[in-house]
């Protein structure tokens, strides 16, 4: 049975108008899946492609389910039954999803990533003159409100350094790799998925700097340089396991005789999440360290080393930087605030002994 991510709501000061099944959209040679998979243009992660299109799913069932009708089993065919709803949707209708979902005990940021899949849907619809206005317009249905602090715990610059040695002292192929895969997202702050796109043959010098073209999560693109330290563990890496062409980072697959062999296979996101679980266990860090924890790190260190937040901001392809400062957390501030430049003459016995 298809999970459903919300609980029956009404909101008393909304008149929600009835959600009706129209007979055919305006481009009747459009099928199901190319409606709903306007909501991908421009979606290069497959993480987030994947979030939109559950997204999609969820709103195409919450649709049927205000007709009073069963919610179908199948998502070919819940989001065929909703395809011809989309023209009936106002903003009352995408406000209460919005609540339902807020109800439902999801995460605000979580709610906005819906929200936005929905929007762009809509907004695509428009342009190709499907529908009139978009009725999940920001300026129709306001966003939740998300927390300028970011709650992503980061590592402290001990624990970064106590990650790159125990990977380095280990002196195996795996130890190599996560070192090498480590001083990138720390130095770099990429997303894992984007570190694990990178191929052996992009790398360019300029100047004689190591650097990597990269398209962000947006299409983006940007330019990226390996410092020195980063650089040579990424060298040892390719160099230790024989790599010359296709993907940096590979599985490493360990026999029963304990013998270690490099895989053709590109490392998988889930498996950047399973070895960061591993070694930050190993390291005994106790923090709820995932991969976003690595680019937080980026972030918070960079800033603290006194890099200028719209430097930051660049690199780590933000729109803008109030998504940088939320990285900058109030507990990371302690002792560099601005008190302390203060100088005045205190009473006696007022001096810290």
């Not at 299109?53 to 989001?79: C, H, W, Y």
């Not at 795996?174 to 694990?196: I, P, Q, T, Y």
């Not at 106790?286 to 200028?308: C, D, F, Q």
Request: glycine share 6%.
């Amino acid at each position: 049975m298809l999970k459903i991510l919300w609980m029956s709501h009404r909101d008393d000061e909304i008149i929600v108008p009835p959600i009706e099944e129209q007979n055919a959209l305006a481009v009747p040679e459009v099928t199901a899946d190319d409606i709903w998979d306007m909501a991908l243009a421009g979606v290069l992660s497959e993480n987030s492609r994947r979030t939109y299109k559950q997204a999609m799913v969820n709103f195409a069932a919450f649709l049927i389910s205000k007709t009073g009708r069963e919610i179908p089993d199948d998502t070919v065919e819940i989001l065929r039954i909703a395809t011809a709803l989309l023209p009936s949707v106002k903003f009352q209708h995408v406000v209460e999803y919005r609540e339902a979902l807020r109800i439902s005990g999801l995460k605000n940021s979580t709610i906005n990533v819906r929200l936005s899949a929905i929007h762009s849907m809509f907004k695509r619809m428009r342009r190709l003159k499907m529908i009139d206005e978009n009725p999940a317009d920001p300026e129709l249905v306001q966003r939740m409100r998300v927390s300028n602090v970011s709650t992503t715990e980061g590592l402290s610059s001990e624990e970064a350094e106590t990650l790159l040695r125990i990977c380095h002292e280990e002196g195996t192929l795996r130890g190599k790799r996560d070192m090498a895969l480590f001083a990138v997202m720390m130095h770099n702050g990429l997303r894992r998925s984007e570190v694990v796109q990178l191929n052996v043959h992009s790398f360019k010098k300029v100047n004689k700097t190591p650097t990597y073209t990269l398209i962000l999560k947006g299409g983006k693109t940007i330019t990226i340089e390996f410092i020195g330290p980063v650089w040579e563990a990424i060298k040892r890496w390719l160099e230790s396991a024989n790599i010359r062409s296709g993907p940096v980072f590979r599985r490493v697959h360990k026999t029963h005789f304990g013998r270690e062999t490099v895989q053709e296979k590109r490392l998988t996101p889930s498996g950047v999440y399973d070895i960061i679980r591993t070694r930050t266990k190993e390291a005994g860090i106790e923090k709820n360290i995932h991969p976003h924890s690595m680019r937080h790190t980026y972030a918070t260190l960079a800033l603290l080393a006194g890099v200028p937040i719209q430097e930051v901001q660049i690199s780590m392809g933000h729109s803008n930087t109030d998504t940088t400062f939320r990285y900058y957390r109030a507990v990371e501030q302690v002792g560099r605030s601005p008190a302390r430049s203060i100088k005045l003459e205190w009473p006696d016995g007022c001096q810290e002994e």
